[in-house]
């Protein structure tokens, strides 16, 4: 049986007092929306149809053909707005699933749950309630003495005594598609003025057909973001998630209260991670690293057996066994060797260290090209920038490069050269010579000026 999924997106979100939509804003790194979609594609729905309707421009930039798109252009109602997926929907699948976009912490197993319930069930829709003492506004579940359900009723439609009951809506339905196309229409015009979905029970009722309802099993599932307090409660729920898995996987964590790690990172076995390390977007790290605490890594890879003490960590890559920090600062581009060891306040930009490369001190290296084995000394750097362009610094292998050396690019530096302490390296320097002063000179043509 063939499974769409419908996602409502089409509200503003207005409590969340945000020029930003509500379902663009970002969760574990991700914009909110991501994380329902990725759970309904791993629940069988390979291109869900999101109902845009405020800034469907903004979203579509986000996800771009990841999905389909139903444009709601006035919003009158959940009702109104699943209609609006029918045109592409109407003869495309066996079972339509329905949920909400400001539901991000559904799992795809609770969602299979949902679709195997409705698969067995004589009905036409089946749907997940949440059990709670805090009513939240939420729909109530209307049950018969012998507990089939008969509605859902709207808060503001309550009788006081509906207002007791706890089970709650959590809009999160699946309904046999030809059932839910042929009735869509049947949903009368509330007091408010929009269609309601949630009418669709009762209509089922009246013709005499089952509904099926189960609570949740977990309601942290069930937690819907309308205001940005809501959103903090969901991005703890879903830290606590990522880190027990990586925690399963082998990951030690001193403190995973204080770990923030973004979904889709990937982190290999027995890597320590130290409190208040962020891990973000495109990023691997490998196994047997020690990282943190205060670090900062961005869609970087970094290889086995790494320490990344105290340092930001952005668009690089390390290969294995390299050290670096504390404060450390890796820049687009920067590309470290094996067992690069790179000092307190070292930066590296669009560069290439090779292996055994050491960076002790405070340095900057930009649009270089350094290699293996390299000694770089305190203070050092590549003066790459001559206010209009960048220009490249090559250092050919063991290289010794004194302290405070200034290496005005573009720049050539021979093999085994070796410069003087404050050195300002203005021209190439030849393989195996010595080169010291300002501007800085061949030490046999500056012991020829001294005597
Ligand atoms: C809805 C349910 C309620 C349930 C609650 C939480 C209805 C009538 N009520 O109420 O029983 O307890 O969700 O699950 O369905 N949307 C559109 N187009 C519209 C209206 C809404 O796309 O025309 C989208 C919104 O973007 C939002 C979602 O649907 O993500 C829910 O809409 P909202 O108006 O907030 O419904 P609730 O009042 O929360
Ligand atoms: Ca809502």
Known sequence: MKTATIILAAGKGTRMRSQLLKVLHPLGGKPMLWHSLREAQQAGSEKPTVVVGFQA????????????????????????????????????ADLVLVMLGDMPLLQAETLSRLI???????????????????????????????????????EADCTLEQLLINELNISLYCFRADWLWENLARIPLSAKGEYYLTDMIAIAREQGLPVQAAAIADPQEALGINTRVHLAEAETILRRRINRAWMEAGVTMIDPAVTYIEAGVQIGPDTILHPNTYLQGDTAIGAGCEIGPGTVIRSSQVGDDCRIFSSVVEF??????????????????AHLGEGVHLGNFGEVKNSHL?????????????????GENVNIGAGTI???????????????????????TMLVAPLHIGEGARTGAGAVVTRNVEKGTVVVGVPAKKL???DHEGG
């Open 354 to 370: 090779a292996a055994g490369v050491k960076m002790g001190h405070f340095s900057y290296i930009g649009d270089a090209e350094i």
């Open 116 to 154: 195997e319930m409705q698969r067995t069930n004589p009905g036409p829709v089946s749907m997940l309630t949440v059990m709670a003492d805090d009513p939240r506004g939420f729909g109530r579940i209307v049950r018969s003495p012998a507990g089939e359900v008969e509605a859902i009723v709207e």
């Open 444 to 446: 046999k043509d500056v």
């Open 316 to 333: 690089a890559r390390l290969e294995k066994h390299v050290e670096i920090g504390p404060y450390a600062h890796l820049r687009k581009g």
């Open 57 to 92: 421009e903004q979203v579509k930039e986000a996800f771009g053909d990841q999905i389909l798109y139903a444009l709601q252009e006035e919003q009158l109602g959940t009702g109104h707005a699943v209609m609006q997926a029918r045109p592409q929907l109407e003869g495309q």
């Open 382 to 404: 590549t003066c790459n920038y001559d206010g209009k362009n960048k220009h490249k610094t090559v250092i050919e292998k063991d290289v010794f490069i004194g302290s405070d």
